[in-house]
Nanobody, 126 residues
Framework: VQLQASGGGLVQAGGSLRLSCTAS????????IGWLRQAPGKEREWVAA???????YYPDSLKGRFAVSRDNAVNTVYLRMDSLTPEDTALYYC?????????????????????WGQGTLVTVSS
């Protein structure tokens, strides 16, 4: 499966963005999808995940501000981000792991994922 992340851009603090992750080469419905981000000089950080059954997961620090959803009919997963702050500035990646191989170990480890999109840049100005 190939993943294409899009929807990044420049937004003012307090604003919102919706990122999209569109798959090609395979249907998305058998994959669990994670969103991760990487700010300059920092490690890659998990921000959300959605399983093939649409159950969603977030780190405690982002619950309430980020929301992940999926539309398998158009092979796309979305990440809605609200109340953005400059600390949310990063390159945002979507990544996939097959539900068949997922062992229930959580979604935060980047090594979990077998497929990655190219990243979309989110810049939040103060």
């Amino acid at each position: 499966v190939q993943l294409q992340a899009s929807g990044g851009g420049l937004v003012q603090a307090g604003g919102s963005l919706r990122l999209s992750c569109t798959a090609s080469g395979s249907t998305l419905d058998v994959y669990h999808i994670g969103w991760l981000r990487q700010a300059p000089g920092k490690e890659r950080e998990w921000v959300a995940a959605i399983k093939s059954d649409t159950s969603t997961y977030y780190p405690d620090s982002l619950k309430g501000r980020f929301a992940v959803s999926r539309d398998n009919a158009v092979n796309t997963v979305y990440l809605r981000m609200d109340s953005l702050t400059p600390e949310d500035t990063a390159l945002y990646y979507c990544a996939a792991v097959s539900g068949e191989y997922y062992r229930g170990t959580g979604f935060s480890d980047p090594r979990l994922y077998d497929y990655w999109g190219q990243g979309t840049l989110v810049t939040v100005s103060s």
